[in-house]
Structures are given as C-alpha cells and as structure tokens.
C-alpha cells in the first residue's frame, strides 16, 4: 500500500485562486433551491389536503403521487425532464428542467409534514372557527396554517437544507452551479479533492446561514403555540 500523499490533499493556493469562480454558481445553486423549495410548498399543500380528504377521487391520486415520487430518485426525474421529454417533442432547458424536478420530488416530501402539522392543530381550534362562522378556507388560512407552520418549520427547514445539497446533482444536467464549477477547476488542474473539499466547506456555510435563518423563523411563529 502506497504511502498517503498528504501534501494533495487540499491545495490551500488553489482553492483561494479558485473561489470567486466557484462562487459564480452559487447563484443558480441558490435559484435551483429557493424556487423548488417554494413551488414545492404550494404544491405540498395541495396533495396534503388531498391525503387528508375523506374523497377517494382526491385521497388516492395524492398517495400515489407521493408514493411515487419518494420512490424514485432525483437524478432520475431530472434525467427524465432534461434528456427524456425531447424524444416525445417536450423541451426544457437545464435550469428550468432541475427546478420542476426538484419542486415536483420535494412537494412529496412537504407533503407528509404538512399533513402531519395540519392534522396536529387541535381538533378544539376547527370546532371553534366553524362555530364563529368561518368557512373552509379562511378558517385553513387564519387559524390552522399559522399553527400547523409552527409545527412544520424545523422539518420544511431540513428540507431546504437537502435541497440545496441535492441542487448539486444539477451537475448532472450541466447547470453551472456551485459543483459543476469545481468540476471543471479539478479537471483543468487535476486536482478533484481540492475542489472537492472546498465545495463541501460552501455548502457548510450555505447550510449554516440557513440554519440560523430557520431559528429566526421558529422565534416568529412560537406565538402561535400559546393560541
């Protein structure tokens, strides 16, 4: 077995010299996963009062969807998307072909947590809305959301954090965000594991920025607990 070579491991000069190029993806990076993530949440919700509809016609069609869309992975609906749907006349460019991909597989995910939030509002609070008259609607909008998001803000959270580390699998599709740049710095200087710890150390902070942002949130909301 070869000694281990150290000195390659993390090239501290190319890193420095290569950051702001790396950097430039962040911007389709950050795209790619703000977009999907709010698309996605719309949709969530949706397919959450689907599941919990006593509807067959509207139940099941939004358990198969999550079914299948938690079953199948990510690069393969974005395969599908971007190299797929030109054969039968459908084309999306890269970007716009990982943002449906990724707002389609999250809104399965928020999916679940949203019905899990909306279903733990107490039974007490619909019984209360529907006695001062309030319809389906408002009653979902001003009583529930704002205690179900309460609930739901420390699991949306972890799946933006997924999301913006699976944003890098647009890569695969040639979106230039933040990994594909590093692939072309470490093929250039063939210097992979330079680039590569670099990368990582970027979504760190990334992740740690939405972290503290996801803790802001949770402050906000922690008045609708004592209604």
């Known amino acids: ?75 393969v609906i974005l395969f599908i998307l971007y190299f797929g749907f030109p054969f ?33 509002v107490p039974k007490g609070q619909w019984e209360s809305a529907k006695s001062l008259g309030f319809s389906f609607w408002p009653m979902l909008q001003l009583i529930v959301l704002p205690q179900a998001t309460r609930i739901a ?8 954090l997924d999301l913006i580390k699976a944003s890098s699998l647009a890569a695969m599709i040639t979106v230039p965000e933040i990994f594909q740049q590093a692939r072309i710095i470490g093929g250039r200087e063939m210097d992979y594991m330079t680039m590569y710890i670099l990368v990582a150390l970027i979504y760190w902070g990334i992740c740690s920025i939405m972290t503290i942002f996801q803790n802001y949130l949770e402050n906000r909301y922690k008045k609708y607990g004592e209604i």
Do not use: C, H, K
């Open 153 to 160: 803000i420390p699991p949306l959270t972890n799946v933006l």
């Open 88 to 120: 039968i006349g459908i084309e999306f460019n890269a970007v716009t072909a990982a943002i449906i991909g990724f707002s389609l597989n999250s809104a399965a995910y928020m999916a679940e947590i949203n019905r899990s939030a909306i279903g733990a």
């Open 1 to 75: 077995m070869r000694d281990i070579q150290w000195e390659y491991i993390f090239n501290v000069e190319l890193a420095t010299d290569s950051f702001l190029f790396i950097m430039e993806g962040i911007g389709y990076t950050m795209l790619i996963s703000l977009s999907s993530m709010l698309i996605g949440i719309v949709i969530s919700l949706f397919l959450a009062l689907g599941r919990m509809s006593s509807l067959i016609w509207l139940q099941w069609p939004s358990r198969l969807y999550i079914s299948f869309m938690r079953g199948v992975p990510i690069l």
